[in-house]
Nanobody
């Protein structure tokens, strides 16, 4: 499963961005998909994840209420809507996936994700 994240950019504090993660194969609809981010000098951290059906989601406390993860399996795409951005959200954002077949529980540990795409830079100026 090849993943490609897009939608990053430079915005001001309080603005919104919508990231997209596109996959190349139909197996994507059997994958849970997560977003992770890594800021300069910091470890990669979990942001949000969504089950293969889209029925279950988990958010990091730092983004809960501001970010929304969703998916369109017909288009092999997962989106991350990011609102009320702050400078603390500045990071490279990565989408990742693992096959869950609707059976496995959602994972917040990056080690559980087998497939990764190149990141997209999000920079929020204060």
């Amino acid at each position: 499963v090849q993943l490609q994240a897009s939608g990053g950019g430079l915005v001001q504090a309080g603005d919104s961005l919508r990231l997209s993660c596109a996959a190349s194969v139909r197996a994507f609809s059997s994958c849970a998909v997560g977003w992770f981010r890594q800021a300069p000098g910091k470890e990669r951290e979990f942001v949000a994840t969504i089950s293969s059906s889209g029925g279950r989601t988990i958010y990091a406390d730092s983004v809960k209420g501001r970010f929304t993860i969703s998916r369109d399996n017909a288009k092999n795409t997962v989106h991350l809507q990011m609102d009320s951005l702050s400078s603390e959200d500045t990071a490279v954002y990565y989408c990742a996936a693992f096959l869950d077949y609707g059976l496995r529980s959602l994972q917040t540990d990056s080690l559980e994700y087998r497939y990764w795409g190149p990141g997209t830079q999000v920079t929020v100026s204060s």
